[in-house]
């Protein structure tokens, strides 16, 4: 499975948009892009999951470039409620026998303020 | 809408007892996955089960079994406790066996957890 890297953490203010970076130099053409949203003591919320350039869901952005090494979550307009964490995850579900199971790396621990 | 339940909630247990979780999948889903993650730390998957049978492995200990039974229900049973136990389990649902070709994740429905702490 590709390796992923993103931020430890980050900080925002309520209102202003938030975009976190991921980069997946070794991702496989098969491969797509998931990323799940985790508050404290709750399991893991997808967010959205794309595989080449914009895909956008009613909560949140995935930009992808054409090299696919990289990719950025963007979050529109954060509120307090944004507060959690974001993992970034790489995968093709029938590959390396992930057979859909989620491997999560280092996620990104997002801050909102007032 | 229904979400994924998992039972109990807290438990607390001794060395070397034995524990079991259970975990109801949301309805007609049929794809059960267990992760543990432990304080401070990422979630790690651990066994998984597509149509009562099981699907793959991860870091699951050789004290740790699994199954799932006719009903999607899957239970995660615990023997030989040990502190390092000590962690939020969950179960995670879906709807649908990978394909063998390439493609997408199925979307897992995560449920609330189970905190298990092992004294």
């Known amino acids: 499975l590709a390796k992923t890297t993103q931020p430890i953490s980050m900080d925002s203010y309520e209102g202003q948009e938030v975009n976190i970076t991921c980069s997946h130099n070794?991702?496989?053409?098969?491969?797509?892009i998931t990323w799940y949203q985790q508050f404290p003591s709750q399991g893991p919320r997808f967010i959205i999951q794309?595989?080449?350039t914009k895909v956008t869901n009613e909560v949140a952005s995935l930009f992808i470039p054409a090299d696919r090494k990289s990719s950025t979550l963007s979050l529109p307009r954060v509120s307090l409620s944004d507060t959690a964490v974001y993992y970034c995850?790489?995968?093709?579900?029938?590959?390396?026998?992930?057979?859909?199971?989620?491997?999560f790396g280092k996620g990104t621990k997002l801050s909102v303020k007032p | 809408a229904a979400g994924v339940i998992q039972s109990p909630r807290h438990l607390i247990k001794e060395k070397r007892e034995t524990a079991t979780l259970k975990c109801y999948p949301i309805?007609?889903?049929?794809?059960v996955y267990w992760y543990q993650q432990g304080p401070g730390q990422d979630p790690q998957f651990l066994i998984s089960?597509?149509?009562?049978?099981?699907?793959d492995k991860g870091s699951i200990p050789d004290r740790f079994s699994a199954q799932q039974f006719s009903d999607y229900h899957s239970e995660l049973n615990m023997s030989s406790l040990e502190l390092g136990d000590s962690a939020l389990y969950f179960c995670?649902?879906?709807?649908?066996?990978?394909?063998?070709?390439?493609?997408?994740?199925?979307?897992?429905?995560f449920g609330p957890g189970t905190r298990l702490t092992v004294l």
């Open positions: 995670a649902s879906s709807l649908g066996r990978p394909s063998k070709g390439s493609g997408g994740y199925n979307e897992q429905f």
């Open positions: 070794n991702i496989a053409t098969n491969d797509y």
């Open positions: 794309g595989y080449k």
């Open positions: 995850l790489v995968g093709d579900r029938a590959r390396g026998g992930s057979q859909g199971n989620l491997i």
């Open positions: 309805p007609r889903h049929d794809t």
């Open positions: 089960f597509y149509e009562k049978m099981q699907s």
